[in-house]
């Protein structure tokens, strides 16, 4: 019999819970054995799965690059692995390894939907800047003006604060699965539903982090507080404004905001790997909250992008607000983007300089980033996360070289094109007519 041994709890959360993957490596407790061989459908089969929808061929993208890449995520690290590529010289979307763990599984799908954990957090915070766009709160507008008595004893804490993590509020996964004892029992607490002032006690129950922008701490928990003032401002549930105020003026068409467990339609299931593969088609998403409960594709994402890098989403100098770090170091984090050189040039200032998030759920990892003018998108997707002993992150950095790469222009423009309609404060009311 094997038995499973947790060094720290601790560390299983921090193993566990959505975060900036790319900049914090976090050492996971679990038994030191392989990861299961998993099946892996013929490049036949995955061509004749994706059909011929957009993305096949690569139309000037250097598609068997791309393709080779995602095949040593699925061979390595995971179950699947999807991607899409967008360019000024083409579009590619690809799929590597089976949507399901089943005798007869079916190959992935470049349009298969899978939760985006940590990239709902740019939308919210997008959701926030339109309201300063309205005039209706500015990034000083602290919590106790809209919520009073949520943080007792912790205000003034700003909008600002809150989507740049810099708030200094505790991280509410720590003491909701820091008694895991198992991973069964680790499944078992993330699949229980729970309300967002039930994540707000299990923060305040912890130590305050840091004086309130002060240093820079990676939390959830910010992203909760903002879209309870959201929710509060527009007596709306944060839900109905991502679905009106984001997925549809972005043409987001298979996008959601599940309340539940389980993805409706084709999608990639999650596995959580110890010891075996644990599925985790039980998660209930309200422990994420509007922190990561969101569920997308790969062509949702970059839609995303485009639309927020062009003005349909904020006026452009909302997005540079939006987009401007305001911490140094290896994470240069602004309100809910990080930002990256671009691999097109050799300069780190002004339009060469890309921006997205990750996501990182318990059992997918996600990597989605836009050029400054929208032009130049990728996302790439990956299920099936190893907690084995001295598992790594998955390597996004080679895909994302490779990606920004294949969609280099000739020309680096100096000024942004206007090819989408600008953003208005009345544009959600307008996409629902």
Same mark, same amino acid.
């Given at each position: 019999?094997?038995?499973l041994t947790?060094?720290?709890p601790?560390?299983i959360?921090a193993a566990?819970?959505?975060?900036?993957?790319?900049?914090?490596?976090?050492?996971?407790p679990?038994?030191?054995v392989a990861?299961p061989?998993?099946p892996t459908?013929t490049a036949s089969?995955?061509a004749a799965a994706?059909?011929?929808?957009p993305?096949?061929?690569g139309?000037?993208?250097?598609e068997?690059?791309?393709?080779?890449?995602l095949?040593v995520?699925?061979?390595?690290y995971?179950?699947?692995?999807v991607a899409?590529?967008v360019?000024p010289?083409?579009?590619?979307?690809?799929?590597?390894?089976?949507?399901?763990l089943d005798?007869n599984?079916?190959?992935?799908?470049p349009?298969?939907?899978?939760?985006?954990?940590s990239?709902?957090?740019?939308m919210v915070?997008t959701?926030?800047?339109?309201e300063?766009?309205r005039?209706r709160?500015?990034l000083?507008?602290?919590?106790d003006s809209?919520?009073p008595?949520?943080?007792?004893g912790?205000?003034?804490i700003t909008?600002e604060?809150?989507?740049?993590?810099? #708030?200094?509020?505790p991280?509410?996964l720590?003491?909701i699965?820091?008694g895991?004892?198992?991973p069964?029992q680790?499944?078992?607490?993330v699949?229980?539903?729970?309300t967002d002032h039930?994540?707000?006690?299990?923060?305040?129950a912890q130590?305050w982090?840091?004086?309130?922008?002060t240093?820079?701490?990676? #939390?959830?928990t910010?992203y909760v507080?903002?879209?309870?003032?959201l929710?509060?401002l527009?007596?709306r549930?944060?839900?109905?404004?991502i679905?009106d105020?984001?997925?549809?003026?972005?043409?987001?068409?298979?996008?959601?905001?599940?309340?539940?467990?389980?993805?409706t339609?084709?999608h990639?299931?999650?596995?959580?790997?110890?010891?075996?593969p644990?599925?985790?088609d039980?998660f209930d998403?309200?422990l994420?909250?509007s922190?990561?409960a969101v569920?997308s594709?790969t062509e949702?994402?970059?839609?995303?992008?485009?639309a927020?890098?062009?003005?349909r989403?904020?006026p452009?100098?909302l997005?540079?607000?939006m987009?401007?770090?305001l911490?140094a170091?290896?994470?240069?984090?602004?309100?809910g983007t990080?930002?990256?050189?671009d691999?097109?040039?050799?300069?780190?200032?002004?339009d060469?300089?890309?921006?997205?998030h990750?996501g990182?759920?318990?059992?997918t990892?996600?990597l989605s980033m836009?050029?400054r003018?929208?032009?130049?998108?990728f996302?790439v997707?990956t299920t099936?996360?190893?907690?084995a002993?001295?598992a790594?992150?998955?390597?996004f950095e080679?895909f994302?070289?490779?990606a920004?790469?294949?969609t280099c222009p000739a020309?680096?423009p100096?000024?942004?094109?206007?090819v989408?309609p600008?953003?208005?404060?009345?544009r959600d009311?307008?996409?629902r007519?």
């Amino acid at each position: 019999m094997t038995h499973l041994t947790l060094r720290r709890p601790a560390m299983i959360i921090a193993a566990l819970a959505t975060s900036v993957a790319l900049t914090i490596a976090v050492p996971v407790p679990a038994p030191a054995v392989a990861v299961p061989q998993l099946p892996t459908p013929t490049a036949s089969e995955h061509a004749a799965a994706m059909g011929p929808g957009p993305g096949r061929p690569g139309h000037g993208l250097d598609e068997r690059r791309l393709q080779e890449a995602l095949d040593v995520f699925t061979a390595e690290y995971g179950v699947a692995a999807v991607a899409e590529v967008v360019g000024p010289n083409g579009h590619w979307a690809g799929a590597s390894g089976v949507r399901r763990l089943d005798p007869n599984p079916r190959p992935a799908r470049p349009q298969d939907q899978f939760r985006i954990a940590s990239l709902t957090k740019p939308m919210v915070a997008t959701l926030a800047l339109q309201e300063v766009a309205r005039r209706r709160w500015s990034l000083s507008t602290t919590v106790d003006s809209v919520l009073p008595g949520l943080l007792p004893g912790h205000d003034p804490i700003t909008v600002e604060q809150l989507l740049s993590h810099r #708030s200094g509020l505790p991280e509410y996964l720590t003491p909701i699965i820091g008694g895991a004892a198992s991973p069964q029992q680790a499944v078992d607490l993330v699949s229980v539903p729970r309300t967002d002032h039930e994540l707000i006690g299990y923060a305040l129950a912890q130590p305050w982090a840091f004086e309130p922008g002060t240093a820079f701490g990676y #939390s959830n928990t910010n992203y909760v507080v903002v879209a309870m003032m959201l929710a509060a401002l527009n007596r709306r549930p944060v839900a109905d404004l991502i679905r009106d105020r984001i997925f549809r003026p972005a043409r987001m068409h298979h996008s959601s905001y599940p309340s539940g467990p389980g993805i409706t339609g084709a999608h990639l299931s999650e596995y959580a790997i110890f010891d075996r593969p644990y599925t985790l088609d039980t998660f209930d998403p309200s422990l994420f909250s509007s922190a990561g409960a969101v569920v997308s594709t790969t062509e949702d994402l970059n839609r995303f992008w485009r639309a927020l890098a062009t003005g349909r989403l904020l006026p452009r100098s909302l997005v540079d607000t939006m987009t401007t770090p305001l911490t140094a170091g290896t994470l240069p984090y602004g309100l809910g983007t990080f930002t990256a050189p671009d691999p097109c040039s050799v300069s780190e200032a002004g339009d060469h300089i890309v921006f997205g998030h990750d996501g990182l759920s318990f059992g997918t990892h996600t990597l989605s980033m836009t050029s400054r003018d929208g032009q130049r998108r990728f996302t790439v997707a990956t299920t099936g996360r190893s907690f084995a002993a001295g598992a790594t992150p998955v390597p996004f950095e080679q895909f994302f070289a490779a990606a920004f790469t294949a969609t280099c222009p000739a020309t680096h423009p100096t000024t942004r094109r206007s090819v989408e309609p600008m953003w208005t404060p009345d544009r959600d009311t307008a996409a629902r007519q």
